[in-house]
Structure formats: structure tokens, C-alpha cells
């Protein structure tokens, strides 16, 4: 299947917490749904938004995502926080269908540009990145530990 025709993306409900932090205990970042219910605080719009992408009432992946004004440059950006799909449903479209979402969001919010970071990890998600278009040269991060 290439794509993800039944899938729904919404906003996220409390009521998903369980399955979003079982995504993420899979993807390997132990969460519990506590956790997730007060992340979810934290995304609230209208700046920030928490997607699911639902098939028949079960999660099966979900973006967050954030509009950040740049300070360099009168505009803003979109980062794309996180991405998780679960892995029965992947190369099916669920993460296209999330990164729609998150592309249409960045639209509503004006933004100059979507920034996306996937580690070496996880070269599948660079993969799907690269096939929308990202471009895997401005690559630049660097991260300290605090």
C-alpha cells in the first residue's frame, strides 16, 4: 500500500496518551502517558500542535510541531519535533500523511521554512525527508549536554 487513504489526521486528545506513549517507548524514549498528557499542554495552539494520525479510532503515528520566530530574520519557522509511526503501519503513508499535516500547519503560520532533524539512527526517516523534499545539506546541528 503507498498510501494512507483512511488514515486521519486530527489534533490530539488526552485520550490518546496511552497509545502516543507507547510510540514512543517503541521508538525507544520510555514515556509514560502522564508524561505525554503534560507534553501535550506544552504544544497547545496556537503555536504549537500535536497530530495524530487515526485509523478506525487507533493511533497510528503522530508530528509535533512548532512555529518559532526566528530572530535573525522577520519571519518564522516550523520545527517538526517529533515524528513517530508505528511500525506495522510504516511505508504505508501514515508518515506522509504527518508531514502533510505539519506542511499545512507551517502554511497557517506563515512560515518561511520546515526544519526537521532525524538522526543517523534512524535513516528510514531521513529517507522519507528527502523523498518530500527536505534538504539533507544545511545540515548543521550540534548539541551539548547539560
Known amino acids: 500500500m503507498t498510501d494512507a487513504p483512511d488514515v486521519v489526521v486530527r489534533p490530539a486528545r488526552s485520550e490518546d496518551a496511552d497509545a502516543i506513549a507507547a510510540l514512543l517507548t517503541e521508538e525507544g524514549y520510555p514515556t509514560g502517558p502522564s508524561d505525554v498528557l503534560e507534553r501535550l499542554g506544552r504544544f497547545e495552539e496556537p503555536d504549537g ?67 526537521v532533524t532525524a538522526g543517523h539512527h534512524r535513516p528510514e526517516a531521513r529517507l522519507l525527508y ?13 548539541r551539548k549536554r547539560r
Open 49 to 115: 500542535a500535536v497530530l495524530v494520525a487515526d485509523l478506525d479510532g487507533r493511533p497510528l503515528g503522530f508530528v509535533a510541531i512548532r512555529a518559532v520566530p526566528r530572530f535573525e530574520h522577520d519571519d518564522v519557522l516550523v520545527r517538526i519535533a517529533a515524528l513517530v509511526v508505528d511500525p506495522a503501519a510504516r511505508e504505508r503513508g501514515v508518515g506522509h500523511a504527518l508531514m502533510t499535516a505539519a506542511e499545512a500547519f507551517a502554511g497557517e503560520h506563515d512560515a518561511a521554512f520546515l526544519e
Open 130 to 142: 528527502e523523498a518530500l523534499g527536505y534538504d539533507a545539506t544545511l545540515t548543521a546541528y550540534l
